[in-house]
């Protein structure tokens, strides 16, 4: 399916990332992983640079090294991020900042770099990892929720600005999903998300198959004639 294709996924070390990692691999892709900490897939296709992505300096001297090792990108999946789940009030000044910085600068670097590289290519796939918390809003969610928010928005003034280059650029609305970052909620955040499932269309929780669905739609050659679009999960709008 992805034979010959470069895919760039962030935070590729564990939970989703991970997920959408192999299922790359699975399908024949060249995989380079960004992410904070140390991995390496036992695969000869998966490439590993170990960056912090709320450092913009720490990007740009990756991107330097992945630009001299892959001649063409592809497809990027901008899945990293960070959550701290908690009340505005008491919301801890680093986490508010880790989360601004690693959620949407990070995704902003991560996306330009990439478009760089694309566009030797002649095209790509930018898709972003967006959350139900933009639309939702939770509370406790607040700056979490606006750094999602941002990337849809972010995605789609890079769609304009990439269409010469035919890179797109789109956002899919995942709701909650069994990985490590939803089991490191503590319980009365688990509980509320028990809640706002309960209440969505299809309540349920995300799993990896519904995700890659969509990662798949957006990465194909035939969606070359959509940009700027968000898909969520789970019938939210």
Known sequence: MYQGKTVLVTGASRGLGNIIANHFLRNNAIVIGLSKSD???????????????????????????????????????????????????????????????????????????????????????????????????????????????????????????FASMNVTCNTIGITAIDTDMLRSHTPSAQEKIKEIISNLPVPRKAEADDVLNVVDFFASDRSSYITAQIIYLGGIN
């Open 39 to 161: 991995y390496t897939f036992n695969h000869e296709s998966y490439h590993h640079f170990t960056i912090d992505l709320s450092d913009p300096g720490s990007i740009t001297t990756s991107f330097r090294e992945i630009g001299k090792k892959f001649p063409k990108l592809d497809i990027v999946v901008n899945n990293a991020a960070v959550l701290t789940s908690q009340y505005s009030m008491i919301m801890p000044v680093k986490n508010a900042v880790d989360m601004v910085n690693v959620n949407l600068l990070g995704t902003f670097f991560v996306s330009r770099e990439c478009a760089k590289l694309m566009r030797k290519g002649g095209k790509g796939r930018i898709i972003n990892i967006g959350s139900m918390a933009a639309t939702l809003e939770p509370m406790g969610d607040s700056i979490y929720a606006a750094t999602k928010a941002g990337i849809q928005t972010l995605a789609n003034v890079m769609a304009k600005e």
